[in-house]
């Protein structure tokens, strides 16, 4: 973590939600560090072949751009008036009623009120009116409406990589205006000019060439499984051996590389690898992970519609050449709301798969019957109730586990009650966080949309906050210590946030959860998959 | 900050001059009390009209509800048929709530930070209770006005008005004149809920920092066309019998301008409709038909189950497998994945290397 990041009480403490006392439109941008993300790197911009791809930095007063770019914003923003009725009616019918502004986790944790999802759309609104309503042209600034410029430019990008797409606030309004759509407007214009933030564009152009967004190339991708495959063998006497590319498998199995790469999100894929082994050696599953189809994510959808399509086009055509029946989909959040809400549309009709059976249950999951996809939490909640798991959810008796519903599945999909009905099967200790911070009221983490930088540590911090504030809440009551969740963003992001906000507090995937408490046969397991003993065998994990 | 409401207010004071000193000093009855009424109506029509066209004609290129419940998938998971519809039907009830009932906003909650390290969430009904307020009052007194416009006027409509002088008060029955209905109890809670809104971008910091003059000049409006309509029933009399001469003229397209008995607040009443209806189509009002057309609210959650069309949809630039395979190939044989294409196979490896340096 960085040096510069002020103190959890200090930064709790320069939190200040009274407005200041110029208007917005009359307050500059500043850019702050520690607030944004570095600028996309040139190289990754011209691999993916997307617009005016050269060094530029934020903090610079040339930002580097093409002669006529506000030109190519208005001719960007007329387009996308007419493809995309939401974004017209989203203009249009905001009545700045203020329902939605102390929703944003942004504005909770900064104060800043250009974090109010009010004024983040009103940024693109005033152009908006200035550009394509008589009424904003006649009245001007009085009438909200402002000709874009240099600064408001700045402001946008500002601001846009300030937003996490989570959602919240659509919750809240009557209208139904949601700001990630805004924000997913404002970044295709942005990137039709080259202003993407490195996090994303580098990200994006490592799935586009190696299948997953680390750029782990197939034979390391391989690699990294087969540690855990050692890890797993370890501390369970059995090998787990997954399978590769397999042509005529029954599931293709995607999952976010963040998983593959770094901790906790490594237990979660340890977790994956043991219950598919148990299900293979149990009932016969066939299961195949792709090197090609590595990622499960997609940035793509944090740069453009356009961008997301090409990305996760590679699902299908890995499911087609690989010939398997259905696919099966990790832990992980906008990947959900990829999959669950655009992937049929984009690049569906899946009319070469079957709709998916699970092969051991003989559930059909007519909820997945066009897009042949299905989530793991549905998977294994099918499973666990048809009795066919063996668990011991005394196993994780250590752990007092609370859950994090992340975004996308709760506000994108509605996946609530598998995840709780899985974990509560799993665990014996489980609390629910304040009323008004689950389910569709869900908190996010702070480091959602491309946001997981380094560098924005101050600004996932302050965005966490509200998440991490409910965590602290059933830690101080109940003694919580795990955070759980399902969404590979949310293991990369939580860690340092508990570090910072409740330090006792451990994340963990859903599936890390459901490993240590399946019990495989053969197995000679003493410790979880992190090591620690399991409850009750803290003697002869010493051995 | 206090300018984007003095505009406003100075704007619907302007307007209240003209129309008064424009009918009763300048005797231009005529153009307050039919031309423009005329010209507001249609440009209300034709605005609304033209408007609703405008966003029919833009793309619904994907379904992207915002769930707010159980999303229906196994069988023993109860759904959320509402929050998180799949059918049409449960779409249609979702959509019933929220214009019916301000659904989303009946969740307000008002964000707040105790002792320092606690950020706390608390139900905020306030807003709700007031929006509600504010419409189905003015909902009323738009469906009580009909009684002008109708002849003999509806029995629906007479009920209507029993119920909203339901509550008569005997005070004021004394004070005015026997004979006088009792009072509306729509028209003073619209001048209630006005008020309360206004003040609202007034004094709560963050909705006042976020208020435009095109906030404040609806809601002062408001408030002068329902105050104005308060005073001509309770305190400056007008004749009843001209305005509804002039009302049913004005409908039956046979417009007249009663000699006497309409005092200038009336035309000040009539002109201030006629600016709401004409500013209507090209303002935030619109929100009363773009709410229908809202696609995180009208469309359901069954998008894994039903393909959603994108007319736009059009093809991309894609990596393929091929390209993928062509570019690792040896580290995957190496490595023990199995490959589509054996190396021997291959003049493309020269390709391949080609295309690995151009890339990077």
Not at chain 1, 252 to 281: Q, R
Not at chain 1, 374 to 395: N, S, Y
Not at chain 2, 70 to 89: E, M, R, V
Request: hydrophobic fraction near 40%; proline fraction near 6%.
């Amino acid at each position: 973590m960085s040096d510069e990041l002020l103190k959890p009480d200090e930064l709790f403490a320069k939190i200040d939600h009274r407005p200041p006392k110029t208007d917005w439109m009359s307050t500059p941008v500043q850019i702050r560090k520690g607030m944004y993300c570095y600028a996309s790197n040139y190289k990754s911009v011209e691999y993916l072949g997307l617009p005016n791809a050269r060094p530029w930095n934020p903090l610079d007063d040339d930002w580097k751009l093409p002669e006529n770019w506000q030109e190519i914003i208005h001719q960007g923003f007329k387009e996308r008036l007419e493809k995309f009725r939401s974004f017209k009616i989203f203009m249009d019918i905001c009545v700045r009623c203020g329902a939605c502004a102390d929703k944003c986790h942004f504005f909770i944790g900064t104060g800043d009120p250009k974090n109010m999802p009010v004024i983040r759309a009103e940024l693109l609104r005033s152009v908006y009116r200035n550009d394509f309503t008589r009424m904003g042209k006649i009245l001007g600034k009085i009438g909200g409406a402002r000709p874009m410029g240099l600064d408001v430019l700045k402001e946008w990008w500002y601001y846009m990589f300030q937003c996490t797409e989570c959602r919240r606030c659509s919750v809240f309004c009557p209208y139904g205006i949601d700001t990630a759509e805004i924000t997913i407007m404002g970044r295709e214009l942005l990137n039709l000019i080259g202003l993407n933030i490195d996090w994303i564009a580098t990200p994006v152009a490592n799935c586009y060439r190696t299948g997953n967004h680390l750029g782990i190339q197939p034979h390391a991708f391989k690699g990294m499984l087969d540690f855990f495959v050692e890890d797993v063998e370890d501390l369970s006497g059995i090998n787990v051996e997954p399978v590769y590319n397999k042509k005529g498998a029954d599931i293709l199995f995607i999952t976010p590389s963040g998983d593959v790469f770094a901790d906790p999100g490594t237990y979660t894929c340890m977790g994956y690898l043991i219950l598919f082994h148990y299900l293979k050696e149990k009932y016969g599953l066939d299961i195949t992970w792709s090197t090609y189809a590595s990622e499960g994510g997609n940035f793509g959808f944090f740069t453009s519609h356009e961008t997301m399509k090409r990305l996760n086009a590679k699902m299908y055509m890995e499911a087609k050449r690989l010939g398997v029946k259905w696919i099966l989909g990790g832990e992980c959040g906008h990947m959900w709301r990829v999959i669950n809400q655009y992937m049929d549309t984009v690049n569906g009709p899946a009319d070469f798969l079957e709709e998916p059976v699970s092969p051991i249950t003989g559930t059909k999951f007519e909820n997945a019957k066009s897009t042949k996809m299905v989530h793991i939490a549905e998977f294994t909640a099918d499973l666990i109730k048809h009795d066919k798991l063996d668990l011991d959810p005394g196993r994780n008796d250590n752990l007092k586990v609370t859950y994090h519903d992340s975004c996308n599945p709760a506000r994108g999909m509605g996946l609530l009650e598998e995840p709780r009905y899985i974990i509560k099967k799993v665990c014996n200790n489980f609390y629910e966080m304040p009323a008004n911070t689950i389910r569709e009221q869900t908190f996010c983490c702070g480091g959602g949309a491309g946001l997981n930088a380094g560098e924005d540590m101050e600004l996932r911090m302050a965005g966490g906050l509200p998440r991490a504030n409910a965590v602290k809440y059933v830690h101080d009551k109940y003694g919580v210590n795990v955070l759980s969740c399902i969404c590979a963003v949310d293991r990369a992001v939580f860690p340092a946030l508990m570090e910072y906000w409740v330090p006792e507090v451990e994340v963990y995937g859903m599936h890390e959860l459901v490993a240590n408490a399946l019990i495989l046969p053969g197995e000679k397991r003493t410790t979880d998959l992190r090591g620690e003993p399991l409850p009750g065998m803290e003697d002869k994990a010493d051995e | 900050m206090n300018q984007k409401y003095i505009y406003s207010l100075i704007a619907v004071l302007a307007l209240f001059l003209i129309a008064y000193v424009g009918s009763e000093a300048a005797g231009l009855q005529i153009l307050f009390g039919i031309i423009l009424p005329y010209l507001a109506i249609i440009a209300f029509l034709g605005g609304f009209i033209v408007r609703i066209l405008d966003w029919a004609g833009s793309s619904v290129p994907f379904a992207i509800p915002t769930t707010c419940g159980q999303q229906k998938s196994l069988p023993w998971i109860k759904p959320n048929a509402i929050d998180n519809p799949t059918s049409t039907g449960a779409v249609v009830l979702r959509m019933f709530f929220e214009i019916v009932f301000f659904r989303s906003l009946f969740r307000n909650t008002r964000m707040g930070i105790s002792n320092g390290s606690r950020v706390f969430y608390k139900w905020e009904i306030f807003l709700w209770i007031g929006s509600l307020a504010f419409h189905y009052s003015f909902l009323t007194v738009i469906l009580r006005h009909l009684r002008f416009f109708i002849e003999p006027v509806p029995s629906a409509i007479i009920l209507l008005e029993n119920i909203d002088s339901f509550f008569k008060l005997e005070f004021i029955t004394h004070i005015f004149q026997i004979g006088l209905p009792g009072f509306y109890l729509s028209g003073l809670i619209l001048l209630a809920a006005v008020t309360y809104l206004f003040l609202r971008r007034i004094f709560i910091p963050q909705v006042k920092y976020i208020s435009l003059a095109a906030d404040f000049f609806p809601l002062f409006l408001i408030f002068g066309i329902a105050f104005s309509g308060i005073l001509m029933r309770y305190v400056i009399k007008v004749d009843i019998t001209a305005v509804k001469e002039l009302t049913m003229g004005f409908i039956t397209f046979h417009p007249v301008v009663p000699k006497e008995g309409i005092s200038g607040i009336f035309y000040v009443h009539l002109f201030f409709v006629a600016i709401l209806l004409a500013y209507f189509p090209f303002s935030k009002l619109m929100h009363m038909a773009g709410v229908f057309l809202s696609p995180t609210r009208n469309m359901a959650n069954n998008t894994r189950a039903v393909r959603h069309i994108n007319p736009w949809n059009y093809p991309v630039p894609v990596h393929t497998y091929e390209e993928y395979e062509d570019e690792f190939r040896e580290k995957m044989i190496d490595a023990g994945l199995p490959v589509d294409k054996m190396p021997d196979e291959k003049p493309e490896e020269i390709t391949a290397d080609q295309k690995k340096e151009g890339k990077e």
